[in-house]
């Protein structure tokens, strides 16, 4: 008789794990799908949600011609300690909106560059969510400048994520190179100028051209390192903080861009 109770209640847990372990497929599975069928959902969207989508486009291409000049390379400075990459994302696709060719993201700790994937990802996010566009209409790929494998965007704007190593090594990499050609008798040390280490400074590089404005973010009163070479000739508006920055600050700036006057060191 105890052999036969122990012997059902054998089976029967045996049972119950059975029915555990298909009950766990099955919600698995059914969780898995609702998660594809609601990416799926949001990436079409619903009409109002595209229809406002197209709106805000066209709204956002409108503030960008009615401009009298833009920048054809903005830079994003961050100087704050605390960093956010929704935000970050968010104004790289207001310069996409408004029609800037090229946008370069940096900190002097480089946290972004260390982290650029994550950076890129949430770009594409806030595309699909700002402007209501398929992320598969955008690819990433990878570029080789100054002698490391780095992550660009490439869209109708171009990304780049920079870091220290971007500006002030290359000027070192560059003067290295002059002295180079001086020791080699191919240049005498009398020779240098502005254009020659201009032309050191954009050798196997991806050469994006000079930044026309800088957004400098935060109290420090200094770009950090930022392209120090190639801000000679560049504007810089400082903002408080690219945390929660709206549209229209964004947009003011442009605004307080288009009508400075660039005397280029006259």
Request: net charge positive; with cysteine.
């Amino acid at each position: 008789m105890a052999v036969a109770v122990f012997e059902l209640a054998w089976r029967l847990l045996h049972a119950l794990l059975w029915l555990q372990r298909t009950l766990g497929a099955w919600l698995r599975r059914g969780v898995g799908a609702w998660a594809r069928w609601n990416a799926a959902l949001r990436a079409r969207g619903s009409p109002g949600t595209r229809a406002k989508g197209r709106s805000r486009r066209a709204r956002w291409r409108a503030d960008g011609r009615g401009l009298k000049k833009l920048p054809l390379h903005l830079g994003l400075v961050v100087t704050e300690e605390e960093s956010s990459y929704t935000d970050i994302a968010s104004l790289v696709v207001w310069c996409m909106a408004v029609g800037i060719s090229y946008v370069s993201v940096y900190d002097n700790q480089g946290i972004f560059k260390r982290n650029n994937s994550r950076l890129m990802e949430e770009i594409l996010k806030q595309q699909q969510e700002l402007l209501g566009l398929d992320s598969s209409k955008y690819s990433t790929e990878f570029l080789n400048s100054t002698g490391k494998v780095e992550q660009v965007l490439c869209c109708p704007t171009t990304v780049k994520v920079l870091s220290p190593d971007d500006g002030k090594a290359n000027i070192v990499k560059a003067a290295k190179k002059y002295c180079q050609l001086v020791a080699q008798q191919q240049r005498r040390s009398t020779d240098l100028n502005v254009n020659i280490m201009d032309s050191l400074l954009r050798e196997g590089s991806s050469s994006l051209p000079d930044p026309d404005l800088v957004l400098k973010f935060g109290p420090v009163s200094s770009t950090l390192g930022f392209l120090p070479w190639h801000i000679r000739l560049t504007e810089i508006i400082s903002l408080p903080s690219h945390i929660n920055l709206n549209y229209e600050r964004f947009l003011s700036a442009l605004q307080q861009f288009a009508a400075c006057e660039q005397r280029m060191g006259k």
